[in-house]
Nanobody, 121 residues
Framework: QVQLVESGGGLVQAGGSLRLSCAAS????????VGWYRQAPGKSRELVAA???????NYAESVKGRFTISRDNAKNTLYLQMNMLKPEDTAVYYC???????????????WGQGTQVTVSS
């Protein structure tokens, strides 16, 4: 069974850094990292950073210059480096990826279980 497992969340003071990881486990034939999203209490889920066509990246305006998304396709893993964190970055962060488990299987979108990031002022 394919799963995305996130790690790296936690409590940090404003101005600090965290690095989130998202690793796929299970039988994987093709792995295409999609991106990172977050959901703060009482708010809807929003895009933080994502890979778009041609290998380019897209960031929410609020994180540009502070967050960096990256991936290691050989390890079926994507990352989110978060620097200069602010209290308003506090949220549950979710990763997503499109995965094809076997050559004849369809490619489906998977989500991680979420990891809490809390930034204190």
């Amino acid at each position: 069974q394919v799963q995305l497992v996130e790690s790296g969340g936690g409590l940090v003071q404003a101005g600090g850094s965290l690095r989130l990881s998202c690793a796929a486990s299970g039988t994987i034939f093709t792995f295409n990292a999609v991106g990172w999203y977050r959901q703060a209490p009482g708010k809807s889920r929003e895009l933080v950073a994502a890979f778009i066509s041609g290998g380019s990246t897209n960031y929410a305006e609020s994180v540009k210059g502070r967050f960096t998304i990256s991936r290691d396709n050989a390890k079926n893993t994507l990352y989110l480096q978060m620097n200069m964190l602010k209290p308003e970055d506090t949220a549950v962060y979710y990763c997503s990826a499109r995965i094809q488990p076997r050559p004849i299987a369809t490619m489906n979108l998977y989500w991680g279980q979420g990891t809490q990031v809390t930034v204190s002022s």
